[in-house]
């Protein structure tokens, strides 16, 4: 787990170099939905414009469960643009998932077992999703699938601001 948080920051820290952000890098943040937690999710990233018309977009959602649930996802996106325009641009979505879900055993620890149990699952991406430009930010919503044990489909929206 530290290795994918130790890799999510290599990426957005990557996003200040000059070599590698040609022309913009945009931070934000959204809301997601993932289908089977069935669950609203909050999430922060980055897109990091490498080489038209490639993108690299690393996010974090966390996930909004039960008070015994937690579960968040870190994903290692390429976004590939299948239009140019100033105002409004479609990509297609490809990458990586990193998901982790923990469940806590009320009462687990007075019988004297462990009181939390948790997974990981590494999975891929694919989807699509536009960037609308509102002037001052870039709306960007989108939905994929997830191919993993944790297979779902996520639909969010991200409001992304350049840096």
């Given at each position: 787990?530290?290795?994918f948080?130790?890799?999510?920051?290599a990426?957005v820290?990557?996003?200040?170099s000059?070599?590698?952000?040609?022309s913009?890098?945009m931070?934000?943040?959204?809301?997601g939905?993932?289908?089977?937690?069935?669950?609203?999710?909050?999430?922060?990233g980055?897109?990091?414009?490498i080489d038209?018309p490639?993108?690299?977009?690393?996010d974090?959602?966390?996930?909004?469960?039960?008070?015994f649930?937690?579960?968040w996802?870190?994903?290692?996106?390429?976004?590939?643009?299948?239009?140019?325009?100033k105002g409004?641009?479609?990509?297609?979505?490809?990458?990586?998932?990193?998901?982790?879900?923990?469940?806590?055993?009320?009462?687990?620890?007075?019988l004297g077992?462990?009181?939390?149990?948790?997974?990981?699952?590494?999975?891929?991406?694919?989807?699509?999703?536009?960037?609308?430009?509102?002037?001052?930010f870039?709306?960007?919503?989108?939905?994929?699938?997830?191919?993993?044990?944790?297979?779902?489909?996520?639909?969010?929206?991200?409001?992304?601001?350049?840096i």
């Open positions: 787990m530290k290795k948080f130790i890799l999510f920051a990426l820290l990557l996003s200040f000059s070599g590698i952000a040609k913009s890098t931070i934000g943040g959204g809301l939905y993932g289908t089977e937690i069935k669950e609203l999710a909050i999430q922060a980055a897109v990091i414009d038209a490639v993108d690299i977009a690393p974090f959602k966390y996930y909004l469960t039960d008070e649930t937690t579960f996802e870190l994903n290692a996106n390429v976004h590939y643009a299948l239009t140019q325009n409004t641009n479609f990509y297609l979505l490809g990458g990586l998932n990193y998901a982790t879900q923990s469940v806590e055993i009320p009462f687990a620890s007075l077992t462990s009181s939390s149990v948790s997974t990981s699952e590494i999975g891929l991406n694919i989807g699509a999703g536009a960037k609308l430009d509102l002037g001052g870039m709306l960007m919503p989108e939905i994929k699938y997830v191919l993993s044990s944790f297979d779902q489909l996520v639909i969010g929206a991200s409001a992304m601001f350049t």
